[in-house]
């Protein structure tokens, strides 16, 4: 496993040019590289709960919202649903421009959540535990397709691979799952909440954040559309799909009334390259399930194999991948066919 050394301004000294860049200067719109001028910006908690007594209490298993609204917002903004780390959102690996600075020169709002337990939402209202478990890092490799092991490439990957800050990037984009079911609900609901807040949002997730999110759209009605980068997990109606209890990364089986909630807005799923070479072959099927079930009952489902597009190289993360602008130009496309682009 080769790499070289990254050069260029540290991630503090691009954030402050960022920042200055946005507040001094106007930006040409959509042009490449201009600066972003940012009407609004902000945080605030969702969901969460206050345990205690009156006289002692303990506010916890909130989530935590950042915000960034440009000047001139479209109508429908683009909640970013991790299933790693706020990072994957803000930069590609190799230090580029990530997701939310393109949809923010599209002219998107962008709300990053951490769900409850995750990242910026902490403390939880009930006992966690944490043990270091060394192997995480190759487990990731596999797992994020970036190889077939830990220091083999796969042939065109659309990762720096001759960067060790990129791959240090990589491995540092991770979060502990403590109740990995129970806390999909938790954080759909906490998600739901801050969404109804927001206004209509279209939900940009991140392997099992595209489980959440379509939990989430069963208790908003402002989640206005999901574009799911690789879910690792779905819902289903009872009686249809994969059987068995829920456990683990679902799946998750709802009355078919509320799983026809999903059907009223377009659903996207979308997979990277060299899935038939992993386990996440068995998801991509999945996908095909769900897309047919979601449709047979009404909806807008399809599936998106980013190879069948004519993008080759992506891995489990494709928007933070090289290729992030031939990737991001596939979501535009879903957008404008299901109207979600006005202003």
């Known amino acids: 496993m080769a790499f070289m050394s990254f050069s260029g301004p540290s991630r503090t000294a691009r954030a402050v040019a960022f920042a200055v860049a946005a507040i001094l200067t106007p930006a040409a719109a959509g042009a490449k590289d201009a600066p ?43 909640w970013l649903w991790h299933s790693s780390s706020a990072h994957v959102w803000q930069n590609r690996w190799d230090g580029g421009e990530g997701y939310q600075s393109k949809l923010l020169r599209r002219g998107y709002a962008t709300y990053i959540w951490d769900g409850p337990r995750v990242g910026r939402g902490t403390m939880s209202c009930e006992p966690t535990s944490y043990e270091p478990r060394t192997g995480q890092d190759q487990g990731n490799w596999v797992a994020w397709r970036f190889g077939p092991k830990q220091g083999e490439w796969f042939k065109g990957v659309q990762f720096p691979t001759d960067s060790k800050e990129a791959y ?37 997730t991140s392997s099992a954040g595209g489980w959440r999110a379509m939990l989430a759209a069963l208790k908003s009605d402002n989640v206005k559309g999901i574009v799911a980068y690789e879910t690792a997990a779905f819902v289903f109606p009872e009686g249809e799909g994969p059987q068995g209890e ?45 897309v047919e079930i979601v449709n047979k009952h009404g909806g807008k489902a399809e599936l998106l194999m980013l190879p069948a597009a004519g993008l ?14 031939q990737v991001a130009q596939q979501l535009d496309l879903f957008l404008k066919k299901h109207g979600l682009d006005k202003r």
């Open 36 to 78: 972003i001028v940012i009407e609004k910006l902000g945080s605030f908690a969702a969901g969460g709960k206050i345990i205690g007594d009156a006289a002692s209490t303990l506010h916890c298993d909130q989530g935590h919202v950042e915000y960034l609204i440009p000047a001139k917002a479209r109508k429908t903004s683009i």
């Open 312 to 325: 080759s190289g992506n891995t489990h993360i494709p928007f933070a991948d090289m290729n992030n602008e």
């Open 168 to 204: 240090d990037a990589a491995m540092d984009a991770r979060y502990v799952e403590w109740d990995v079911a129970k806390n999909a609900h938790m954080e759909a609901e906490a998600a739901a909440k801050a969404i109804d807040r927001i206004g209509p949002v279209v939900a940009l």
């Open 246 to 290: 829920e456990g683990g990364f679902g799946p998750t089986h709802v009355p078919l009334e509320e799983f026809k909630r999903l059907t009223r807005i377009p659903i996207q799923l979308v997979w990277g390259d060299y899935t038939e070479q992993t386990f996440w072959k068995a998801n991509v099927e999945l996908s095909k399930q769900f």
